[in-house]
T-cell receptor, first 114, second 112 residues
Framework: EAQVTQNPRYLITVTGKKLTVTCSQNMNHEYMSWYRQDPGLGLRQIYY???????DKGDVPEGYKVSRKEKRNFPLILESPSPNQTSLYFCASSFMKGSNQPQHFGDGTRLSIL | GDSVTQMEGPVTLSEEAFLTINCTYTATGYPSLFWYVQYPGEGLQLLLK?????DKGSNKGFEATYRKETTSFHLEKGSVQVSDSAVYFC???????????FGAGTTVTVRA
């Protein structure tokens, strides 16, 4: 089954404790990205990657890191989480055959930073 | 920059009612337009899309027409069901760009 898998689905942690949210897709997609969803703001892009070892900032990259060592995986790293990073996070992927390609989303990771 | 504005919710309807969610956009060039749906506890799923002016996207009884003259992409369904209860997002991508720019989302609740 084609899917984007995120882990964990839920996490409560404390300020400053490094954490990683994993994302894996099994569709051989080139493009992967991370979004955060906040009430009244919709989804905003954090980082994206167009291929292995190619990453770039989205609209709200501060406080986040990513890596793309393998095509299928795109982890999101919070080196020193802060309460303003409490949010619902989504990983997405798509082929790069044109900007009208549908993006496939994971089920989300709800992070609470105390 | 690009932006998407959609009507604020929440919207509460009875089954078989007509649903419209307004969406307007600001973007340079000729963006592709999308409606995504998010069911409770799930990620976003593509509902429909349109890639050029006057295109009509349709799926599961939902329709939206790409209106360049009014920069709009309103979502409609003639007869909603309880299973249509979800959050609906209007979004766009610009040509040669894969980033989705989203509206704030509209929560729709359909009551039996």
């Amino acid at each position: 089954e084609a899917q984007v898998t995120q882990n964990p689905r839920y996490l409560i942690t404390v300020t400053g404790k490094k954490l990683t949210v994993t994302c894996s897709q099994n569709m051989n997609h080139e493009y992967m990205s991370w979004y955060r969803q906040d009430p009244g703001l919709g989804l905003r892009q954090i980082y994206y990657s167009m291929n292995v070892e190619v990453t770039d900032k989205g609209d709200v990259p501060e406080g986040y890191k990513v890596s793309r060592k393998e095509k299928r995986n795109f982890p999101l790293i919070l080196e020193s989480p802060s309460p303003n990073q409490t949010s619902l996070y989504f990983c997405a992927s798509s082929f790069m055959k044109g900007s009208n390609q549908p993006q496939h989303f994971g089920d989300g990771t709800r992070l609470s930073i105390l | 920059g690009d932006s998407v504005t959609q009507m604020e919710g929440p919207v509460t309807l009875s089954e078989e009612a007509f649903l419209t969610i307004n969406c307007t956009y600001t973007a340079t060039g000729y963006p592709s337009l999308f409606w995504y749906v998010q069911y409770p506890g799930e990620g976003l799923q593509l509902l429909l899309k349109a890639t050029k002016a006057d295109d009509k996207g349709s799926n599961k009884g939902f329709e939206a027409t790409y209106r360049k003259e009014t920069t709009s992409f309103h979502l409609e369904k003639g007869s909603v069901q309880v299973s249509d209860s979800a959050v609906y997002f209007c979004a766009l991508t610009r040509s040669n760009d894969y980033k989705l720019s989203f509206g704030a989302g509209t929560t729709v609740t359909v009551r039996a």
